[in-house]
């Protein structure tokens, strides 16, 4: 059976097999959803943890001391480190391994990084099927840092079981945040660099800012400082995650951010599907240069054109 081998070496606790898998799926090799489809009634297991922000809030640095305290506790653990990619190459930096060093040295921890590749929201396209791969390897705890786009940085909601936004004094986030979604995604603040001086004035601002209206209805949401570089307030951090893992589980409020989350997975490859369908058909139909035509020399706008093309679709799709 295909990838037969490679599945079994993820679940006996294979790095070489897991790593091949996660190559497979990034890169969309054939029959790479074959192979994702194999393994995923086997995953659920692990507590998937996300971390947002704008860039230079110290992010890596965050996850690399979250990491390393986690596997002092007993957790196994894996990274997924998102870079921005080239418009123009889709090739990455992969700068986030050089802020992890701890995690990086130690053999325990799994860190992988991988390009965006364009994709908006923070995430790569490939990272929810890596999850997966994680997942059913065993590691207790999936650490997913995103690109640090800012505020349309929200996608990250879709896959994680709690998310944490960082943000850092000095930079604008307290006030950028109130108008930005990323506010509400939150199930966690983090102030890093709690060492400059008005770190403890941010975290008051963001307090503030949660009792908004926008925001009042959702239950009360930890606002920490902690400074990475320092190792400070990392202990409070990592007791604030077990607390929400415990209570998602005990609630039965997994089962909702699951259902959630399935959703969204299920729609957006819908979305995806169909428009690589409808893309293929109509952009490859007669009609195409002639509308294209008519928009170009301004006798049709596009939006009349677009919709022209779509009914056309579909009344040839409904005589087939």
């Not at 109130?178 to 102030?191: D, R, T, W, Y």
């Not at 209570?247 to 951010?257: F, Y």
Request: proline share 2%; net charge negative; charged share 25%.
């Amino acid at each position: 059976m295909e990838f037969l081998g490679i599945i079994e070496g993820i679940k006996s606790g294979n790095k070489r097999a897991l790593a091949r898998a996660i190559t497979i799926v990034e890169n969309n090799e054939e029959n790479y959803l074959e192979l994702v489809s194999k393994i995923y009634l086997s995953s659920g297991k692990a507590h998937i943890i996300g971390i947002t922000g704008s860039p230079g809030t110290g992010k890596s640095t965050l996850v690399d001391r979250v990491a390393s305290k986690l596997h002092m506790d007993g957790k196994s653990i894996a990274i997924i480190a998102i870079d921005p990619s080239s418009p123009f190459s889709n090739g990455a930096i992969l700068g986030d391994r050089i802020r992890m060093s701890n995690s990086q040295k130690n053999p325990d921890i799994f860190v992988r990084s991988i390009a965006s590749r364009g994709q908006v929201g923070g995430l790569s396209k490939s990272v929810g099927n890596i999850t997966t791969l994680m997942d059913v390897f065993g590691y207790d705890c999936i650490l997913i840092e995103t690109v640090g786009s800012g505020q349309s940085e929200i996608e990250i909601m879709n896959l994680a079981h709690t998310t944490i936004v960082v943000t850092a004094p000095g930079l604008g986030d307290e006030i950028q945040a109130q108008k930005s979604g990323i506010m509400e995604i939150a199930n966690l603040f983090v102030v890093n660099k709690a060492d400059l001086p008005s770190a403890e004035m941010t975290a008051n601002q963001i307090q503030q800012m949660l009792h908004t209206e926008s925001v009042i209805k959702r239950k009360k949401v930890p606002v920490l400082l902690t400074s990475a570089l320092e190792d400070k307030g990392i202990e409070d951090l990592i007791e604030k995650l077990e607390v929400r893992w415990d209570e998602i589980n005990k609630t039965g409020e997994r089962e909702r951010i699951e259902n959630a989350h399935a959703t969204y997975k299920l729609t957006e490859s819908l979305k995806e599907k169909f428009l690589s369908y409808i893309e293929n058909e109509i952009l490859n139909g007669a009609e195409w240069n002639d509308i294209f035509k008519q928009v170009m020399d301004r006798k049709i706008n596009p939006e009349y054109a677009a919709n022209h093309l779509f009914t056309r679709f579909l009344k040839k799709e409904a005589d087939v």
